[in-house]
């Protein structure tokens, strides 16, 4: 059985010489006959499978399409080409605490980060004690946002989300939160999700972190898949990529 | 969309503070600026047209419908570029956003029409029956609203001088509608083109039970209904496409 599927997907990016934004603009392109703009594909014909319950690594150097991909898995952009099919409930990490208003308190911001993640009321009042709980701030929860520190915020948005038990977790390099305690309450809470049986796509720079969590990983280069496979291997590789990028 | 019924209603609640800015004397404030319009309307055209039957109610219903068709559409153009974190942060279905916009100026108007009954009460002596129809055309020029929603909020998205370009637009269909003016003054050649104005169908069937208590022509109906279906058609069709890239554009 495979949560995701991801078949020879390519996106490509128009960079315009001149962005054009109104009407008035694009008529006056279009008299003039400009239509540059620039290609850049992001992804090249990528193709993976994540079996469920497997975590998967993608690791690649800065540019490489890594974050291109999350969004797609993800759903917040699409690909020209290919397909991405995807089983079960997915959580994208790519921001935490999306939708959380300052003025208002911690308890609404639960609900409304719920609410974006696609739980009911009532789904929320039955996690809603765990929450606190985990981001050890059940003292605040009539506080409002804009009196939060800054990683009591993140903290309350990562146990919102991890709160609402999705089937895929689609993390990229949010597991830098709040002191090393909390961090480590984190990872363990991946590594609980992972003998749960839940599927972990995770982006990340952290080599040892993706060690440790995930046995399959692939590496991005330039918008292609150079290595696939054990995770170990696809490190050494991405080693000896950042080497040779160097010494060029 | 089920799914996110509770996305919807934040959504739908946080657009409504916004507009009414926080107090509950927000939405009479709201109120002020059409009850002016009808006033100021009232006393310029009285001479011309007060002699039309229940000129001063029909006007007032008359501008509360364009209101809703104008607030809705022109709020709709901010309804995905003004949330660009829950476009390009995360996933939704992101006709909720355009949806709960909608919504939102569905309840407005809803509390507008409702004020407007008892005075509508108190100038007519009594309250037709056939104001029981109400929600029935309130929910068709809804879809149409909605329906318009949605094609512009997405094009906004790439053309973000539409709002300029709306603007005038609905300040034409103003005009353009007997709102201020009898049906009875546009001529005869015209008035089959006249008639393929959407609002001015509407406008007449909101007069027709609310005002005059007769029950509207299965013709309007029908072809109001036409109208909606061919709005959200259209509109969904053309915000499927162009939200595949949102994200890139915002």
Known sequence: ?248 | MWQYRELIRNLTVADLKNRYQNTSLGFFWSLLSPLLLALVLYFIFRHLFGSEQNFAINLMVGIMAWRFFATGTSASLGAIVGKPSLVTRVYIPRQILTLSNALANLISSLLEFIVLLPIIFVLLGHLPVTVLLFPLIHIIYFWFIFGAGLLLSSLYVYFRDLNQIWDVLVTLLFFCSPIVYPLSIIPAYLMSYYRLNPVTLFIGMYRDVMVAGDLPSLYSVLVVIGFAIAAYLMGSLVFSKLQRRFAEEM
């Open chain 1, 1 to 248: 059985m495979s949560a995701i599927i991801v078949d020879n997907i390519s996106k490509k990016f128009r960079i315009p010489h001149e962005k054009k934004t109104t009407v008035f603009q694009n008529i006056v392109g279009l008299i003039k006959r400009q239509f540059d703009y620039e290609e850049f594909w992001a992804l090249k014909d990528v193709s993976f499978e994540v079996k469920k319950g497997e975590a998967f690594g993608i690791i690649g150097r800065n540019g490489s399409g890594k974050s291109t991909l999350l969004k797609i898995l993800a759903r917040v952009l699409y690909p020209d080409s290919g397909s991405v099919s995807l089983n079960g409930k997915v959580a994208s990490f790519l921001e935490l605490g999306v939708g959380f208003q300052p003025e208002l308190t911690a308890k609404e911001n639960v609900y409304i980060y719920s609410s974006i993640l696609g739980l009911s009321r009532k789904q929320v009042d039955r996690i809603y004690d765990d929450i606190f709980d985990f981001a050890e701030l059940k003292k605040f929860e009539t506080m409002k946002l804009k009196n939060f520190s800054s990683g009591m915020y993140l903290r309350l948005a990562f146990s919102t989300a991890v709160h609402a038990v999705p089937d895929t977790f689609l993390i990229d390099e949010v597991f830098a939160v709040g002191d090393e305690a909390f961090q480590k309450k984190c990872s363990d809470k991946m590594s609980q999700f992972k003998a749960e049986g839940k599927t972990i796509v995770f982006v990340s720079h952290a080599l040892n972190a993706v060690k440790e969590l995930c046995q399959r990983s692939i590496l991005l280069n330039e918008g292609r898949i150079v290595t696939m496979g054990d995770t170990e291997k696809v490190i050494n590789d991405y080693l000896a990529l950042l080497e040779g990028g160097t010494t060029q």
